[in-house]
């Protein structure tokens, strides 16, 4: 009789232990379906399709097939009484085979056609004056390669997405008081209000836009690293919900999962560019021109990977 009490016990730990086990894969499976669902949401709130066909591809974007691809995002500065304008233009290309994304950053005072307009004016312009469709066509036209998404950020709202993540750490580079509020050189941890302000300064900086420009990539670079991280996983709903609010795009859902399943890959190698050019006065109001030369091999570089001739 002694001799079966073990057995008893042991089966008896082990229903015990497989109930643990199934309460725990239960717990995990509402969470993830939690976390799931307030994704799903937010891109539902963020989806702002927009009406328009390329003219720079023969085919239609397979991202199923890993074909290289090119994001707009616009940095747009929604104030209270303001349309907007888009104070940001960074135009992202993603190339999974290469294991490599670029991101070229082009000054807002760029002169250049504006397409749908009619007129030769300051880059972001566009947006002011014709929104997404018309930001899209020009720097398409510009960059000669085809700009196959977009993503708007709402700068003015930028500083709630910061603040969900529990604010974030940026190295600057630049001693400054802004709005009252002084940046030293160094390590900085910013919350969410000291953010977009650090990110808005452009006067007292001597490399002008390019420095804001500059800003803007650290405290945006910032934002994904920390929300990206585990820890920031216990506050998903409010980060998926700032989110929401803040950014547009026309990416769906089902595509944002296969560019997280298919090119994962290209954020290990993330290479800045930029675009240089000289500084001129035409009927009063300064431009920045960038001649043909620095033209052509930046649209060389991104057209060369996206793989296009």
């Known amino acids: 009789m002694d001799t079966k009490r073990p057995k008893k016990k042991k089966r008896k730990w082990l229903r015990i232990t497989l109930i643990v086990v199934l309460l725990l894969l239960i717990g995990v499976g509402i969470y993830i379906y939690s976390v799931w669902n307030s994704l799903n949401n937010a891109v539902e709130t963020m989806q702002q399709p927009i009406e328009r066909e390329t003219s720079k591809r023969d085919k239609t974007l397979s991202l199923n097939n890993k074909e290289p691809f090119s ?16 104070d940001t233009m960074i135009v992202v290309t993603v190339n999974p085979e290469k ?6 950053s082009i000054p807002r005072d760029t002169r250049t056609e504006i397409i749908g307009h009619g007129t030769t004016d300051k880059i ?17 036209n510009f ?53 977009l302000k650090f990110s808005r300064m452009r006067y007292d900086d001597p490399r002008g ?20 991280s585990l820890n920031s996983l216990t506050n998903f709903h409010n980060i998926f919900e700032a989110l929401g609010k803040n950014i547009k795009t026309d ?17 290990t190698n993330i290479e800045q560019l930029t675009i240089t050019g000289t500084g ?24 060369e990977h996206l793989n296009i001739k």
């Open 280 to 303: 001129q006065t035409i009927n009063k109001v300064w431009y920045l021109i960038v001649d043909e030369s620095e033209k052509t091999k930046i649209q060389n570089t991104l057209k």
């Open 209 to 228: 836009d390019f420095g804001r420009q500059l800003r803007q990539r650290m405290i945006i670079e910032a934002v994904v690293k920390k929300g990206a």
């Open 124 to 140: 972001n312009h566009a947006y002011a004056f014709g929104g997404v469709a018309m930001a899209m066509d020009t720097v398409e």
């Open 143 to 195: 960059l000669d390669i085809p700009i196959d998404y977009y993503m708007q950020i709402n700068m003015e709202g930028f500083q709630d997405i910061v603040n969900a993540v529990g604010g974030v750490t940026v190295n600057n580079d630049l001693d400054f008081t802004y709005e009252g509020v002084h940046f030293k050189k160094g390590t900085l941890t910013l919350n969410g209000e000291d953010a």
């Open 251 to 267: 990416i769906t859902f089902d595509e944002m999962v296969d560019i997280q399943a298919n090119y994962k890959s290209a954020a």
């Open 71 to 86: 994001i707009l995002m616009l940095g747009v500065d929604e104030r209270d009484g303001d349309k907007g304008r888009s």
């Open 99 to 104: 294991k490599s994304a670029k991101l070229l």
